[in-house]
């Protein structure tokens, strides 16, 4: 599968997400460009901005994505494991 999902028309790498908003943006501003929308946080505090549909996509493609890798099993309490 692929690492990039489309959000506000930009391939946004799924490993460049820091999180994803739960609920829609609303700052009262009157001329708010982003009300009802989800923010998705990437590194470098740059945000990209998802419809409901594109969050829902996101979250998903998400989930995929760490299933698809495998946790990485580093066990930090495993120091009984050399027997
Ligand atoms: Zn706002």
New binding site residues.
């Given amino acids: 599968m692929s690492i990039l999902y489309l959000v506000d028309d930009k391939h946004v790498p799924l490993y460049r997400v820091m999180w994803v908003a739960a609920t829609p ?1 609303f ?1 009262g ?1 009157p001329d ?1 460009q ?2 009802g929308y989800y923010e998705v946080r990437l590194e470098q505090e740059e945000s990209v901005w998802a419809n409901q549909r594109e969050r829902d996509g996101m979250l998903t493609a998400l989930d995929n994505w760490q299933g698809g890798m495998g946790a990485p099993d580093d066990d930090p309490d495993g120091d009984q494991a050399s027997w």
Avoid: F, Q, T, V
Wanted: net charge negative; hydrophobic share 0%.
């Fill in positions: 943006h700052c501003e708010c982003r009300e």
